[in-house]
């Protein structure tokens, strides 16, 4: 028992990293970037992101709509990626991973991130619009279906209310059709931390904002053609909505998550090599 826990223990710290027991697929801090913004937007200049561990394609109407930022950050003198929008034109910071995940149907995905919204309207007008995951199956070689998207808005409740509106397949929805996350803070002055985690087995999805769970109990799973999604290629952040308005997002983490039975089997094949070495 001893050999199985240590084994586990080796596996979740990180000795045995693969894509099937915890590989990140995409992981950004916005601290790789030569430069940032001293102040945001600073015209005529473009502060694209550079990621640790995947890429980023940028698709904004000008240059000055997405800037990696000195002055919107979760903790002082680090920076984050702002996307400005005054209606002219939408913003999709698409963050491609590595590589597919995860390769493992069974295994899961945990995505992570920190926002702020710092729109100036309540309800609608102030989101961080549409979180699309674009999604690959068995019959799509070119993850060209969105497996759901996310629509966040800030104080449709009261102001340190979050609502979350869900859609599949493509569609955009109302928070009504979501979740409701109490108390969590105003995203216009305090950063959420976003954590989902991925079921491939029974594609469902949980989430949680600054640690706390919807007080509603809405589970929506994936959606129409991407109903047999079984990896992911990009998280697309759409910066969609046509009014003026401003976020931000940091500490962007995708990574893969082994199925429960994974630690199990790994654990026996170690336990049996360790093993043979005692009776030696």
Not at 59 to 74: F, G, H, L, M
Not at 81 to 103: E, I, K, Q
Not at 174 to 188: C, H, L
Not at 191 to 210: A, E, G, L, R, S
């Amino acid at each position: 028992m001893k050999v199985v826990k240590l084994a586990c223990a080796l596996l979740s710290g990180g000795l045995f990293i693969s894509q099937a027991t915890g590989a990140v697929v995409f992981r950004d801090n916005f601290e790789n970037a030569n430069v940032g913004a001293g102040a945001f937007p600073q015209a005529g200049y473009d502060f694209d992101p550079v990621a640790q561990v995947g890429s980023w394609t940028i698709v904004e109407p000008a240059i000055t709509n997405v800037q990696i930022s000195e002055n919107y950050s979760p903790a002082e003198g680090t920076r984050a990626m702002v996307s400005d929008r005054n209606g002219t034109g939408a913003v999709m910071l698409r963050a491609n991973f590595a590589s597919a995940a995860p390769v493992n149907p069974v295994d899961g995905l945990k995505i992570s991130f920190k926002y702020k919204d710092m729109s100036p309207d309540e309800g609608f007008g102030g989101t961080t619009d549409i979180i699309n995951l674009t999604a690959r199956n068995s019959n799509d070689n070119n993850f060209d279906q969105q497996a759901f998207g996310l629509r966040i808005y800030k104080g449709w409740g009261g102001v340190n209310d979050v609502y979350v509106g869900f859609g599949g397949n493509g569609s955009l929805s109302n928070p009504g059709s979501g979740e409701k996350f109490a108390g969590v803070g105003d995203p216009g002055s305090n950063w959420m931390q976003v954590d989902i985690d991925m079921d491939f087995v029974n594609h469902t999805y949980t989430m949680k904002i600054n640690n706390t769970t919807a007080t509603n109990s809405v589970n929506v799973p994936f959606d129409g053609d991407a109903s047999t999604a079984n990896q992911l290629q990009q998280l697309v952040f759409d910066h969609y909505y046509v009014n003026a308005s401003r976020w931000a997002i940091d500490d962007i983490t995708v990574s893969t998550v082994p199925e429960p039975g994974a630690c199990v089997v790994m654990s026996g094949l170690i336990a049996g090599v360790l093993g043979r070495r005692r009776r030696r």
